[in-house]
């Protein structure tokens, strides 16, 4: 059972519109989310993260937003640009056994058009 | 700085023949992980270490063993391949634990006929 899923495989965007990419958990223990960008034959990189204690975080042109009762989480790319075509995994944790475990969505492919 | 470097890129096996991934990182990291990625699944969490000589078991530990005898080196084995080990691998380093602090290996593509 898939306790991270993002249920879009696929999106494309204008270059300079909006792109918003979503996530859905089952897990209410889940404290702590991430993004993770993946360009091919590279491993994921980290982007943006958000506490359960918060509801938004910015870091210049991304957004992530987190709505708890829904069990929800979006990021929002404003402008897009060309070279954030890439995979984009969402990811949550809980502490657990010394360590914090990451339980990985199963990637948006986002393409920016030009 | 060479950061997370995983040896080999590529492999092919056949069924029943045995192999090890390296996984090596300079940065001083306490904590290493495998990880799997198949298509339609999120990356999978397949053993893990917390420090030298320590490891544990992810998600999906079975049919690998791994090993963590230098801090600086993640061996993940696998003693009989099968078909169904068929995926890309990346091993991950992090200094404390955090997933903001992930420093991904480049992957290796494994396949198994």
């Known amino acids: 059972d898939q306790q991270v899923k993002q249920n879009s495989p696929s999106l494309s965007v204008q270059e300079g519109r909006i792109s918003i990419l979503n996530c859905d958990y089952t897990?209410?223990?889940?404290?702590?989310f991430l993004w993770y960008k993946k360009y091919p034959a590279e491993g994921p990189t980290f982007l943006i993260s958000?506490?359960?204690?918060?509801d938004k975080n910015e870091d210049g042109r991304f957004t992530v937003f987190l709505n708890k009762s829904a069990k929800h989480l979006s990021l929002h790319i404003v402008p897009s640009q060309p070279g954030d075509s890439a995979v984009y995994f969402c990811?949550?944790?809980?502490?657990?056994?010394?360590?914090?475990?990451?339980?990985f969505g199963t990637g948006t492919r986002l393409k920016v058009l030009a | 700085n060479a950061g997370v470097t995983q040896t080999p890129k590529f492999r092919v096996l056949k069924t029943g023949q045995s192999m090890t991934l390296l996984c090596a990182q300079d940065?001083?990291?306490?904590?290493m992980y495998w990880y799997r990625q198949d298509p339609g699944m999120g990356l999978r969490l397949i053993h893990y270490?917390?420090?030298?000589?320590?490891?544990a078991k992810g998600e999906v530990p079975d049919g690998y063993n791994v090993s963590r005898l230098k801090k600086q080196n993640f061996l993940l084995g696998l003693e009989s391949a099968a078909p169904s080990q068929t995926s890309v691998y990346f091993c991950?380093?992090?200094?404390?634990?955090?997933?903001?602090?992930?420093?991904f290996g480049s992957g290796t593509r494994l396949t198994v006929v």
């Open positions: 270490s917390v420090g030298e000589g320590t490891t």
């Open positions: 990811a949550a944790s809980a502490y657990s056994s010394g360590t914090y475990k990451y339980i």
């Open positions: 991950a380093s992090t200094p404390d634990g955090q997933g903001a602090s992930y420093t």
């Open positions: 958000i506490s359960s204690i918060k």
């Open positions: 897990n209410s223990m889940f404290d702590y």
């Open positions: 940065m001083n990291h306490e904590y």
